[in-house]
């Protein structure tokens, strides 16, 4: 104990020092005389934001577009981590309550066990891959625009989404599928009356969250040529346009905590 | 089905607002869909098409068999060592920003109760060199967290270079707006009895932090901060793909390069990589609560 207690802040302070020296992180070197000159110096570039009505009417369809493919990507995830939550959740698959008066034999069995993993690994694909990878794979099969940035974010959240709806479905509590069960309800009867009414407003929480995350994510695949307001960043950056960067860094802060918000707002009134 | 009165009477009484918010929301959430779909040039039909398809066919067959030549994973150490670094080091620089305006930030502390009221009753000066500090970390906080990341290293690039260091910075002052605000969270809940009884010796401010408060919710800090180094771990990744570092930037040379088999090895180590981050934060977290 005595050691442990000692050697968990030692080896942090060793794994900070090793990550100091690798990053060449130089805090002397960003806030002294000169850094501080340099960032003041694009600080000011940045101002006045450039606020003519032209830009802003352009703005204003970008951000719509980075709603839009969080929007779009999101409701995909759901649709994919629902289709595949069922045959990820052991509970409802081949375990516990439901099968332990179980008719079938054992090749079903293996089957059903069979089905659950092939489930489990594909959402783990989906999860594996970053959503900039799917994006870059997307824009290859379909070619640039907000549609393959949709597609990434709907499979890649849809894998991060399946793996938390089926922690939920295990979660669940067994006494009511057991009473269910017992009163001679069929398996889809317990599915329907039993698992669907207890994780549905979890489903729901856990997919407003991820919406918070997705309008950011959907800027970044703007990048990669997704379109709206990150492709746009990325343009005014290169071309050291520093006075529309601001404006568009305004739309992504407006766009952003307006998502945070409508989250927020929607699991209080939905929940 | 009808319930019967007792049951009726128990229920929150069904204003206007009842019924016209499932309205509302499903005209709205109809509308959204409907503008999205449009926007966001769905064409589920350029899935099957014969180029795609090519295209998704080439990018399959590429990517087997995955390349792990030796020669290759060599040249992966660096990039890889250097994407736990950047995560490490962002993580670091978050909390040295997210601590000390999660304090400002943390209304208990700063200008509401007990700890605030005597001070402050009966002298609208006092009460606003106590405000001001409080909305001004709040507003830090909302712009540092609600810019991503991803925009903050292209800024960064521009001010300090290419490099990891760039990803660092990056990471600290977006993930400090996000570790501000949560710590700020975990601060105003926290039990207020401690910090009464502290103060009813005459103990001070930082003496009712540091005895009071902090015990308190260390374990729930450092827990959301471990989770937080998870999600810098892959953030840092990402980052390498505008030049920040690491593993990200490796995955965008290849792909650029339509290498599809050194892809799949980089997405294989990262996944390992984020696994094993996982599990020791796991246990870590385990360990605390």
Redesign the interface.
């Known amino acids: 104990m005595r050691a442990a207690t000692l050697l968990v802040p030692a080896g942090i302070l060793v794994?900070?020092l090793?990550?100091?020296h690798?990053?060449?992180?130089?805090p002397v070197?960003?806030l002294g005389a000169d850094?501080r000159a340099?960032?003041l110096a694009?600080a000011e570039k940045l101002f006045p934001p450039d606020l003519s009505p032209d830009l802003l009417r352009k703005v204003a369809y970008w951000s719509?577009?980075t709603?839009?493919?969080s929007?779009?990507g999101t409701?995909l995830s759901v649709t994919v981590a629902l289709a595949l939550v069922f045959f990820a959740s052991r509970n409802l698959v081949f375990a516990g309550v439901l099968f332990e008066v179980d008719g079938a034999g054992q090749p079903t069995r293996i089957a059903r066990i069979g089905l659950f993993v092939a489930a489990k690994a594909l959402l783990n694909l989906l999860r594996?891959?970053?959503h900039?990878?799917w994006a870059?794979?997307f824009v290859?099969?379909?070619?640039l625009?907000?549609?393959p940035?949709?597609?990434a974010l709907g499979l890649h959240t849809g894998g991060v989404l399946g793996k938390l709806f089926a922690e939920v479905v295990e979660d669940i509590e067994t006494q009511p599928l057991a009473a269910l069960q017992a009163a001679g309800a069929s398996r889809p009867q317990v599915f329907f009356y039993g698992v669907l009414p207890r994780v549905l407003p979890q489903f729901l929480a856990y997919s407003l969250y991820r919406w918070e995350v997705n309008i950011?994510?959907a800027?970044?695949l703007g990048?990669?040529g997704a379109g709206g307001l990150?492709q746009q960043?990325?343009i005014a950056?290169s071309l050291f346009l520093e006075n529309k960067l601001l404006t568009l860094?305004l739309a992504?802060?407006l766009m952003?905590?307006l998502v945070?918000y409508l989250s927020a707002y929607l699991r209080r009134?939905?929940l | 089905m009808p319930l019967p009165k007792p049951f009726e009477a128990a229920l929150p009484s069904s204003d206007h607002s009842r019924f016209l918010f499932p309205i509302l929301f499903g005209i709205c959430f109809a509308a959204a869909f409907v503008g999205s779909w449009q926007l966001a040039q769905i064409q589920p039909g350029l899935l099957f098409e014969a180029e795609g398809r090519r295209n998704m066919g080439r990018f399959i067959t590429g990517m087997f068999p995955p390349d792990l030549s030796l020669n290759f994973l060599r040249f992966l150490v660096v990039p890889f060592f250097e994407t736990i670094q950047i995560s490490v080091m962002g993580t670091v620089l978050a909390i040295a920003i997210g601590f000390p305006l999660s304090l400002l930030g943390t209304a208990s502390l700063a200008h509401t109760g007990m700890l605030n009221d005597l001070e402050i009753a009966g002298s609208p000066g006092r009460r606003l060199a106590r405000t001001l500090p409080y909305v001004l970390a709040r507003a830090v906080m909302s712009v540092f967290r609600c810019i991503p990341e991803f925009v903050w290293a292209f800024m960064f690039v521009r001010a300090v270079g290419l490099g990891p260091f760039p990803g660092v910075l990056a990471i600290g002052v977006s993930y400090g707006g996000m570790l501000g605000k949560v710590y700020s969270e975990i601060l105003e809940n926290l039990e207020v009895q401690p910090s009464e009884a502290l103060q009813a010796t005459g103990a001070s401010r930082w003496k009712i932090l540091v005895y009071g408060m902090l015990p308190q919710a260390l374990p729930q800090l450092v827990s959301y901060t471990l989770y937080r180094w998870e999600c810098a771990v892959r953030a840092s990744a990402i980052l390498g793909f505008i030049g920040a570092g690491g593993l990200g930037q490796q995955i965008e040379l290849s792909m650029r390069m339509f290498n599809f088999h050194e892809v799949v090895t980089l997405v294989l180590i990262l996944f390992l990589l984020v696994a094993a981050v996982d599990f020791l934060s796991a246990r870590a977290r385990k360990a605390i609560v």
């Not at chain 1, 690798?22 to 130089?26: K, S």
């Not at chain 1, 290859?140 to 070619?143: D, L, N, P, R, T």
């Open positions: 794994l900070v090793w990550s100091w690798g990053t060449r992180f130089d070197g960003l850094g340099q960032m694009y719509l577009e709603f839009a493919i929007f779009m409701l594996t891959v970053p900039i990878v870059l794979i290859f099969a379909v070619g625009g907000p549609f940035g949709v597609l950011r994510e800027i970044i990048y990669v990150g960043i990325q950056i860094i992504i802060y952003v905590t945070d009134r939905l």
